[in-house]
């Protein structure tokens, strides 16, 4: 599966913004879809996921609370609302697709392994 991923911007502190991830194929609905994002000097590190169905999600704890992922398959497209924006949310956000069907819960599926194929990122910043 190929994955654009955009709606980035400048955004000022308390503000938000949706993310949204684009995906090709047929099959859509069958992968496992995560968000991750990576800071200057960091590995990239997990923000969230859903199931097939959009049914089961997945959060850090970081931005529990504060962001929602969600997922269209009849637009083969994945969300990532992100409210009340903090300076450390500044990141280059990345969609993934994970094709790991057997699973408990989709918590299980948080490493950047766990998913096989990866949108070119969109930049947030958060201005203070």
């Known amino acids: 599966v190929q994955l654009q991923a955009f709606g980035g911007g400048l955004v000022q502190v308390g503000g938000s913004l949706r993310l949204s991830c684009a995906a090709s194929?047929?099959?859509?609905?069958?992968?496992?879809m995560g968000w991750f994002r990576r800071t200057p000097g960091k590995e990239r590190e997990f923000v969230a996921v859903?199931?097939?169905?959009?049914?089961?999600?997945w959060y850090a704890d970081a931005v529990k609370a504060r962001f929602t992922i969600s997922r269209d398959n009849a637009k083969n497209t994945v969300y990532l609302q992100i409210d009340s924006l903090k300076p450390e949310d500044t990141a280059v956000y990345y969609c993934?697709?994970?094709?790991?069907?057997?699973?408990?819960?989709?918590?299980?599926?948080?490493?950047?392994?766990?998913?096989?194929?990866w949108g070119q990122g969109t930049q947030v910043t958060v201005s203070s």
């Open positions: 993934a697709a994970s094709s790991i069907r057997r699973v408990l819960h989709v918590k299980y599926l948080t490493a950047v392994t766990d998913f096989g194929s």
């Open positions: 859903v199931d097939g169905s959009g049914g089961s999600t």
């Open positions: 194929g047929r099959t859509f609905s069958s992968y496992v």
